[in-house]
C-alpha cells in the first residue's frame, strides 16, 4: 500500500465514512500525514474518542455532505479564526479515557520568548488553546506543544546541525517559570498559552529546561536514519530519533505506538 492510500484509509477509518482528502502540495507534506493520520488511528485502536474537525472547529460526522479533510499548505502561519469559516486547514481533535480533550495540528507556528515563531510539523496541543485562537480571532500560541514532531522526508541521514536546530527551537518556545514575570503574566504559570488551563499540573511551566524536555514528548522522524553524531545530542535534550519512517516498517510502528502510549500515560 502506498502512504497516500495509507492516508485515505485512516482518515475514513477515524471519520467512520469515505472521507474526501485536499492534501498540501510541497515536499514532505504527504509524510507529515501519514504520520499525523497514523498517530490518530492508534489512539482510535486504543480507545480514545477521535474525529476530524473542521477549520471553524465544527466537528466533521460520517452523515455529513461535506467529508473534506483539508491539509495545511503555503506559508507557514496560526491557527485561522472561525469567522473565516471552513475553507481553512483541518485538525484531528481526540479525547482520553479521563475526559480531557485535545487537538492535533499540522504545520502551525508557535511563538517563542524571542518573539520570532516556528513551525512545528506535528503538535500535540489541549483542545482550550485551538477553541481560543479561533473564538479571538486567530493567531499563535505562546509556547510549548505537549507533543512536537520534526518531519524530514529526505534520503540523506539526519545530521547534527539537523538535530540542533530543533534542541534550539524547542528552547525557544519552552515558558519556564523564572520567564513567566517578564511576560507579566500571573500566576498559575502554564507551558503554554492562550487558554485558562486551570493551573492543571500537567500543564503548569517547569523550573528548568530538563524538566521541561522530559515533561513533553519531542521526536525527530525521519525516512532516512541519522548520523552518529546527531544521535548523541538525543538523549540529553530528551528528543527521540525515530529513522525510516515508510509504509510497513517495524520503525514507523514504533515510532507511532511511542506516541500513543506517551499520550494515553502523560495526558490526564
Known amino acids: 500500500m502506498t502512504m497516500l492510500s495509507e492516508v485515505r484509509t485512516a482518515l475514513s477509518q477515524v471519520l467512520g465514512a469515505s472521507s474526501v482528502l485536499r492534501r498540501a502540495a510541497g515536499r514532505g507534506r504527504l509524510f507529515e500525514l501519514f504520520i499525523l493520520t497514523g498517530i490518530a488511528t492508534r489512539l482510535r485502536n486504543h480507545g480514545c474518542d477521535v474525529w476530524l474537525q473542521r477549520s471553524d472547529g465544527s466537528r466533521i460526522y460520517s452523515g455529513d455532505s461535506d467529508r473534506r479533510f483539508v491539509q495545511r499548505g503555503g506559508a507557514p502561519s496560526g491557527m485561522p479564526s472561525a469567522a473565516q469559516g471552513t475553507v481553512n486547514a483541518s485538525v484531528i481533535a481526540f479525547r482520553t479515557a479521563s475526559g480531557s480533550q485535545w487537538e492535533i495540528w499540522n504545520g502551525i507556528q508557535f511563538q517563542g520568548r524571542s518573539g520570532a515563531t516556528h513551525e512545528i510539523d506535528i503538535a500535540v496541543v489541549p483542545a482550550q488553546i485551538g ?27 539526519g545530521t547534527v546541525d539537523e538535530m540542533r536546530a530543533l534542541v534550539a527551537r524547542l528552547y525557544d518556545l519552552t ?59 538525543t538523549s540529553y535534550y530528551a528528543i527521540e530519533p525515530h529513522g525510516r519512517i515508510r509504509v510497513g516498517s517495524s520503525e514507523t510502528d514504533a515510532l507511532l505506538d511511542a506516541v500513543r502510549d506517551w499520550i494515553v500515560s502523560r495526558c490526564p
Open 131 to 157: 477553541n481560543d485562537l479561533r473564538t479571538s480571532g486567530g493567531g499563535v500560541p505562546f509556547g510549548r506543544p505537549r507533543v512536537a514532531i520534526e518531519c524530514k522526508d529526505v534520503g540523506t541521514a
Open 175 to 233: 515558558i519556564l517559570q523564572g520567564h513567566q514575570p517578564h511576560f507579566n503574566f500571573n500566576p498559575p504559570y502554564q507551558a503554554i498559552y492562550p487558554g485558562n488551563l486551570g493551573g492543571h499540573s500537567f500543564h503548569s511551566s517547569r523550573f528548568r529546561y530538563w524538566d521541561e524536555n522530559r515533561h513533553t514528548m519531542n521526536a525527530l522522524a525521519r525516512r532516512a536514519g541519522f548520523s552518529a553524531g546527531s544521535v548523541a545530542l
